[in-house]
């Protein structure tokens, strides 16, 4: 699994890429978009609250260039930034939120959920 993170408007944002080729994006600990395996991504569209209280529509797709994967992040239909996946961060043995040493814990749907913040992380 790939992992790519950015932060949109005080939002933890992820967007996971499977091993097998499914989506999903994940805001603040909480999936949010999710598509099965498919090679032609149509994209994720989803609404973000930012600092101000106004719904902002944000787009993330992947996309493939030189045989690397990376992210389009677009927010109100503007090119925000594209992202590259995290080195290291397929099977992280630590929350990358707070730190919490994840090793043992339960695993449920591939994920570990995190005791100290709540966060799901891939196991």
């Not at 790939?2 to 600990?29: A, C, K, P, Q, Y």
């Not at 149509?42 to 973000?48: A, N, S, T, Y």
């Not at 992210?71 to 961060?89: A, C, F, T």
């Not at 090793?103 to 891939?122: I, Y």
């Amino acid at each position: 699994m790939m992992v790519f993170r950015t932060m949109i408007h005080g939002h933890r944002v992820e967007f996971r890429l499977g091993d097998f080729g499914g989506e999903s994006v994940v805001v603040n600990g909480r999936e949010v978009s999710s598509i099965p395996i498919n090679w032609n991504s149509r994209g994720h569209f989803i609404e973000l609250i930012d600092e101000g209280g106004k719904a902002r529509a944000v787009e993330m797709r992947r996309q493939s260039r030189n045989f690397k994967y990376e992210v389009i992040v677009s927010v109100d239909g503007q090119v925000r930034g594209v992202l590259s996946p995290e080195k290291g961060s397929t099977r992280p043995t630590c929350c990358a939120n707070c730190g919490y040493e994840l090793a043992g814990l339960p695993v449920e749907n591939s994920e570990k959920r995190c005791p100290e913040c709540g966060r799901h992380t891939t196991a």
